[in-house]
């Protein structure tokens, strides 16, 4: 199994990125997918969350209203889309795939993880 992140860089506050993590060597359409971030000296974070289909999504308060999590099944893909970023938002992005029926926020309950994408925000 492997989940290739990617999109990450530097932008201005203010500024949008979109994220991508392609997965390979799994089932994708049979996951959960989610996307953690951890800053420099701080724990990994939740971040965003969508079910199998894409009809359930769940957003941590940090960033509900700027960022969106989708997938396209067809491609083994998952995307965040991110927006008005702020300074705050810079850290390593994960996607991650778990094997619950339903969206979850818990890094334990995530059975593969991605080798992260940084994201720098400056004011």
């Known amino acids: 199994v492997q989940l290739q992140a990617s999109g990450g860089g530097l932008v201005q506050a203010g500024g949008s990125l979109r994220l991508s993590c392609a997965t390979s060597g799994m089932t994708f359409s049979g996951y959960v997918m989610g996307w953690f971030r951890q800053a420099p000296g701080k724990e990994r974070e939740f971040v965003a969350a969508?079910?199998?289909?894409?009809?359930?999504?769940y957003y941590a308060d940090s960033v509900k209203g700027r960022f969106t999590i989708s997938r396209d099944n067809a491609k083994n893909t998952v995307y965040l889309q991110m927006n008005i970023l702020k300074p705050e938002d810079t850290a390593v992005y994960y996607c991650a795939a778990s094997a619950y029926t339903s969206v979850v926020v818990s890094t334990t309950k995530y059975d593969y993880w991605g080798q992260g994408t940084l994201v720098t925000v400056s004011s």
């Open positions: 969508i079910n199998w289909i894409g009809s359930s999504t």
